[in-house]
C-alpha cells in the first residue's frame, strides 16, 4: 500500500510539483489562498502535469501501436465471429486515436475492408472512450479503483452497442462511398525498435501540437470552477441532490469538442466541489465520445437513422454508467 500511495501521488498525481508550483508562487508573494493566487496555482499545476503524462502516455501508447496497422488490426479482427469480434474490436480501440474525430477514418477503413458493421461500431465506440491514456490520467486523478472500472464499463458499452447494431442489420444506412473507400494502408509489421520509436515520437509531437489548446481551455474552464462557482451551485446542479444530474451532465457534454486531456481538469474541478462521480464520469464520456464535431463528420459516412442509432445507444450507455458510479463511489472512492 505504501508503494502503491507513492505511484498515486508522487508518480500520477506529481503531489512534488504542485507544492514546487505553490512553494515559488508564495516566494513571489502571490497569496495562494486568494481566489487569483488559487486560480494560477490550479492552472500552472495540471497544465504541466497533464503535459507531462500527455507526452509520456502519447509515446508510450504510439509505441505499442505500432504493432498494430491498421491492415495487422483487420486481419486480427478477421479472425473472430459474434460478440467475441466485438469485444477483440473495443480492446483494439484503446490502442488507436485519442478523439472520436480521429477514429472515424479507421471505422470507414474497416467498414471497407469488410467488417461486420457491429464490430467496427464497437471500435468507434471504445477508442476515444477508453484507451489507454484514459486509464493512467484517471488514475492520477480518481485512484486506480475508479480508473479500472471506468475502462471495463466504458468497454462493455463499445460491446453492447456493436452487438446491438449489428443485430438490427443496419449495413442499408451507411453511406455506399464507405464500403467502396478501398483497402487499408498496410503498415510494416518488422520496424526496427529505432523506427518505432522514431514513430512514437512523431505522434506525441503531432498530438501534443493538436490538443494542449483544449489542454489550455479545459484547465483554465478547471480553475474557474475550482476557484471562482460557488460549492453549493455545483451541489445543486450536479449534486446528489439532483437526481437528473447525470442527464443534464451528458446532455452539456455532447455539443463540446475535447478528448481526454482536455475534460479531466474540468472532472477534477467539478468533482471538488461536490459533484457526484458518476455525473462528472458521464459528463466525460459524453465530451470524448458523442462531441458534436465528430457527429457532424460520422453523419458523411452513416445515414441518419444509424446516426440516431449510435447516438441513442452512447447516450443510453453513458447515462447508465453515470448512476452506477453513483452508486458505487462510496465504496470505490
Not at 34 to 56: A, H, M, P, Q, W
Not at 89 to 102: D, E, K, Q, R, Y
Not at 303 to 315: D, E, Q, S
Request: proline share 4%.
Amino acid at each position: 500500500m505504501a508503494l502503491w500511495d507513492l505511484i498515486q501521488n508522487q508518480i500520477l498525481g506529481m503531489s512534488w510539483l504542485n507544492d514546487l508550483i505553490g512553494g515559488g508562487l508564495a516566494a513571489l508573494g502571490v497569496d495562494l489562498d486568494s481566489r487569483i493566487g488559487g486560480s494560477l496555482n490550479f492552472f500552472l499545476y495540471d497544465v504541466i502535469k497533464i503535459t507531462i503524462l500527455l507526452c509520456v502516455l502519447i509515446f508510450l501508447v504510439s509505441y505499442i501501436q505500432s504493432y498494430f496497422p491498421p491492415e495487422r488490426s483487420r486481419r486480427i479482427l478477421g479472425r473472430f465471429r459474434g460478440i467475441w469480434a466485438s469485444v477483440v474490436s473495443a480492446l483494439l480501440g484503446t490502442v488507436t486515436p485519442f478523439c472520436s474525430c480521429s477514429s472515424i477514418p479507421l471505422f470507414i477503413g474497416f467498414s471497407s475492408a469488410g467488417l461486420p458493421l457491429g464490430v467496427t461500431f464497437s471500435f468507434l465506440i471504445s477508442s476515444p472512450m477508453v484507451d489507454l491514456g484514459s486509464l493512467v490520467l484517471l488514475m492520477s486523478v480518481f485512484g486506480a479503483k475508479v480508473a479500472v472500472l471506468y475502462v471495463l464499463v466504458g468497454l462493455v458499452v463499445a460491446v453492447a452497442g456493436g452487438v446491438i447494431i449489428q443485430r438490427l442489420r443496419m449495413e442499408r444506412y451507411v453511406e455506399d462511398f464507405v464500403f467502396s473507400a478501398g483497402k487499408l494502408d498496410a503498415a510494416s509489421d518488422s520496424l526496427t525498435p529505432r523506427e518505432r520509436a522514431a514513430y512514437a515520437a512523431e505522434q506525441m509531437t503531432g498530438t501534443f501540437r493538436k490538443v494542449f489548446p483544449y489542454i489550455l481551455v479545459g484547465v483554465g474552464i478547471g480553475a474557474i470552477i475550482h476557484n471562482w462557482i460557488p460549492e453549493g451551485w455545483i451541489q445543486t446542479v450536479l449534486g446528489s441532490g439532483n437526481p437528473l444530474g447525470v442527464v443534464l451532465a451528458v446532455a452539456v457534454g455532447i455539443p463540446m469538442y475535447a478528448d481526454i486531456f482536455g475534460t479531466i481538469p474540468v472532472a477534477e474541478a467539478l468533482l471538488s466541489k461536490g459533484a457526484q462521480l458518476g455525473t462528472v464520469l458521464a459528463f466525460m464520456m459524453a465530451v470524448t465520445t458523442l462531441s458534436l464535431p465528430s457527429l457532424i463528420m460520422l453523419r458523411r459516412a452513416i445515414k441518419p437513422r444509424l446516426l440516431a442509432l449510435f447516438v441513442g445507444i452512447c447516450t443510453v450507455g453513458i447515462i447508465l454508467v453515470g448512476y452506477l458510479f453513483n452508486l458505487l463511489a462510496l465504496f470505490i472512492i
